[in-house]
C-alpha cells in the first residue's frame, strides 16, 4: 500500500537553528499538507500546497516557516530562527483530491528545540 | 467560531465489546467529516470518512453516524479488539483544511 513517507524521524536542533523536514507524499497525489501536534495535545494545520503554490495557511505558519516541492517526489517544510516553541510532531500528508478528503498522513518528525 | 471537540478524553471497554466514540463540531457549514486513529508514535490513520448528505456511513467492524441537527458525530466500532487501542481524532473539513478534535484515547482490556 503506498504511503507518506517522511524523514528524520527524529530531529534535535538548538534554538535559532534551521531545520528542514522532508516529506515523499504518495506519487499520484496532488495536495500536499503540513500538521503538527505538540505533544498530548490535538493535530494542527500549518499549511496547504498545490501546484506549486501554497493554497492556505494557519496563523501558526509566520514568516520563519516556508514549504517546498524541489522536484517531483519531495516536499519539504522549513523552519528558520527556530524557538522552543516549535517542538512537537510534524506531519506530512497528501491527497489526490482537493478538499481535503482521504488525507493519508506520514508518521511524522518530532522536532526537539533546545 | 470553528471548532471540533470531543466529549470523553479517555474510554475503556471490554474486548469484544462495541465502543462508541462521539465528536461535537460548531461550524454547521462543515460538509465532510472523517474519524482517525492514531496510535503511539505513528501519524493519524484514516478510519472513515462521511459527508454532509448522508447521516450513517459503514465500513469494515465501523459505523459512522452523522447528526446534523445537534452536531454530533460518532465512530461506532464492532467487536472491539486490543489492536483498536489508541487515541481516535474526528475531524471536519472547515474551508479546504482539516481541523482535528481533542482526541479520544480507546483502551481495551483483554
Known amino acids: 500500500e503506498p504511503e507518506v513517507t517522511q524523514t528524520p524521524s527524529h530531529q534535535v536542533t538548538q534554538m535559532g537553528q534551521e531545520v528542514i523536514l522532508r516529506c515523499v507524499p504518495i506519487?499520484?497525489?496532488?495536495?500536499f499538507y503540513w500538521y503538527r501536534q505538540i505533544l498530548g495535545q490535538k493535530v494542527e494545520f500549518l499549511v496547504s500546497?498545490?501546484?506549486?503554490?501554497?493554497?492556505?495557511k494557519s496563523e501558526i505558519f509566520d514568516d520563519r516557516f516556508s514549504v517546498e516541492r524541489p522536484d517531483g517526489s519531495n516536499f519539504t517544510l522549513k523552519i528558520r530562527s527556530t524557538k522552543l516553541e516549535d517542538s512537537a510532531m510534524y506531519f506530512c500528508?497528501?491527497?489526490?483530491?482537493?478538499?481535503?478528503?482521504?488525507?493519508?498522513f506520514g508518521s511524522g518528525t518530532q522536532l526537539s528545540v533546545l | 467560531g470553528e471548532s471540533v471537540g470531543l466529549h470523553l478524553p479517555t474510554l475503556s471497554v471490554q474486548e469484544g465489546d462495541n465502543s462508541i466514540i462521539n465528536c461535537a463540531y460548531s461550524?454547521?457549514?462543515?460538509?465532510?467529516f472523517i474519524w482517525y486513529k492514531q496510535e503511539s508514535g505513528k501519524g493519524p490513520q484514516f478510519i472513515i470518512d462521511?459527508?454532509?448528505?448522508?447521516d450513517k456511513r459503514q465500513g469494515q467492524r465501523v459505523t459512522v453516524l452523522l447528526n446534523k441537527t445537534v452536531k454530533h458525530l460518532s465512530l461506532q466500532i464492532a467487536a472491539t479488539q486490543p489492536g483498536d487501542s489508541a487515541v481516535y481524532f474526528c475531524?471536519?473539513?472547515?474551508?479546504?483544511?482539516?481541523?482535528f478534535g481533542q482526541g479520544t484515547e480507546l483502551s481495551v482490556k483483554p
Open positions: 500528508a497528501s491527497s489526490e483530491d482537493r478538499g481535503p478528503e482521504k488525507l493519508f
Open positions: 506519487s499520484n497525489h496532488l495536495y
Open positions: 500546497f498545490y501546484n506549486n503554490e501554497i493554497s492556505e
Open positions: 461550524n454547521s457549514a462543515s460538509d465532510y
Open positions: 462521511i459527508r454532509s448528505n448522508m
Open positions: 475531524a471536519e473539513n472547515a474551508g479546504g483544511k482539516l481541523i
